[in-house]
């Protein structure tokens, strides 16, 4: 039995994932639950550290080139709805 199947991504909520969480720790002896709970705290942040040095110049490039591309993807919205408009004969 795969815990993973019971995953719903699209109903996929803070409870949700409190609720996971307690499964996996349900895993372990109840004395060691402040334990697991700490070690996997640390790998989450390492994980996130990680990435942010990994991949940090594409973090400011994504910072610095969002609201510059803003208009354009409105415009490019605005485009698309117009083009399906006009397929579907809608005024």
Do not use: C, E, G
Not at 32 to 47: E, K, M, P
């Amino acid at each position: 039995m795969n815990p993973l199947n019971y995953i719903n991504i699209n109903s996929f909520n803070p409870i949700n994932a409190q609720n996971l969480y307690i499964q996996f720790l349900n895993y372990f002896p109840a004395q060691y639950h402040q334990a697991v709970s700490i070690v996997v705290a640390l790998l989450l942040i390492y994980t996130i550290y990680r990435i942010i040095r990994r991949d940090f110049i594409f973090l400011i490039a994504l910072v610095i080139f969002i609201p510059a591309s803003i208009p354009v993807l409105k415009s490019l919205w605005f485009t698309i709805v117009d083009v399906v408009k006009y397929l579907l004969h809608y005024k």
